[in-house]
């Protein structure tokens, strides 16, 4: 099998240093990569016909009131990958308000990336998708309103990207000025764009569930597979969402190697159809509805160095309702003053 086309495949070291339970690095660079930094800033920005196929939604529901104050000239944009309900058994939710259904949108990721105002530095924390909140109302965005629940932060998508908006700042205190949501069923379409990734797993992973049975070793995954080991929950450590977290980041870096390579950008019809796949999969808040848009913000966070790059998953505890869930931990409070008041947040969280 030919791993020679400029790609990087993931070996064991770098899985075992993708593990860490908190400190990851590259994560927020491949993660907006796959929403146009692959590609040379300039090629993004000519390609002003894939701008149709960008939807947008408001930002925010209803009015100002309750919106945390901006105290800095920072960019704090919600990175979401939305995954349709029908995906998932009802065991991974139930029918609880909040917990999951049989139906609707919830966000299978969620990162808080925030670009400091002087464009030196990007600080990330993701945000676990089982964690439990007293989600906010919302208003009707031309998706349904919700009224207000406890129970876990994904459900809020349910009710539109602005909902999710919405409880994102009300569990961070953090103003959020963008959001960009990737459809993890046009995720496949995107792998697929490339020709499949090459992976290199430690160890066979099988998951009836997420329909994912893969052997150990090197192997390319056509988008089918892909999107299975970027799902699964029952294959990895203890089933959690937590636990799931490292082959998310996994595939978000394989996909940004295979779509830098030479292969990609040096022939036009592959190019265009990586774009296109990757517009076709995203909704964007009104002010990012464009390619050039969208290559803006690429232009800012892919000028900042790669060591001035810091991936956090949010510090979290055992939810006392339900152990299978998260919830905020008091630390997460000195990462999230430290986001509003744009200072780093490395070595805040052991």
């Known amino acids: 099998m030919d791993f020679s086309h400029g790609t990087s495949s993931i070996g064991p070291r770098r899985r075992r240093r993708l593990a860490a339970k908190y400190r990851r690095r590259r994560t927020v660079v ?78 299978d990721a969620m990162i808080l990336a925030h670009v400091a105002a002087d464009d030196s530095r990007i600080d990330a ?41 919405s409880a994102v700042e009300k569990l961070t205190g953090v103003r959020l000025d963008h959001f960009i949501e990737v459809d993890f069923d046009g995720f496949a379409t995107i792998v697929d764009a490339l020709d499949g990734i090459p992976v290199d797993l430690d160890e ?11 052997p150990a070793g090197e192997q390319m995954l056509d988008g089918t597979d892909a999107l299975a080991l970027a799902r699964t929950r029952h294959a990895v450590g203890d089933g959690s969402d937590i636990s799931r977290m490292g082959n998310q980041q996994m595939v978000m870096e394989a996909i940004i190697d295979r779509a830098k390579s030479t292969r990609t950008l040096s022939r036009p019809d592959r190019l265009y159809s990586f774009l296109d796949a ?14 050039t848009a969208l290559a803006s913000l690429a232009s800012t966070a892919s000028s900042v160095p790669e060591d001035a790059i810091n991936f956090e998953i949010m510090p979290w505890a055992p939810a006392p309702e339900n152990p299978n869930r998260v919830v905020s931990a008091p630390e997460a409070e000195d990462v999230f003053t430290a986001i509003i008041d744009d200072e780093p947040i490395a070595d805040l969280v052991d």
């Open 278 to 291: 990757v517009t076709s999969s995203l909704r964007v808040d009104e002010d990012l509805d464009s390619v």
């Open 204 to 214: 066979p992973l099988q998951d009836e569930k997420a329909k994912l049975d893969l």
């Open 30 to 107: 491949a993660t907006l990569a796959i929403l146009v930094i692959a590609v040379p800033v300039t090629i993004v920005a000519a390609v002003h016909n894939l701008s149709s196929n960008i939807s947008s939604a408001p930002l925010r529901a209803g009015t100002e009131s309750g919106v945390p104050e901006k105290l800095t000239d920072e960019t704090n944009v919600l990175i979401l990958g939305s995954d349709t309900r029908d995906l998932e058994s009802a065991e991974d939710g139930g029918s609880a308000p909040g917990y999951g259904s049989a139906e609707g949108a919830r966000s």
């Open 125 to 165: 924390v993701q945000i676990p998708r089982d964690t439990i909140m007293d989600v906010p109302a919302c208003e009707d965005t031309g998706h349904g309103g919700s009224e207000a629940f406890h129970g876990m932060i994904n459900s809020a998508l349910n009710a539109g990207p602005a909902c999710s908006v």
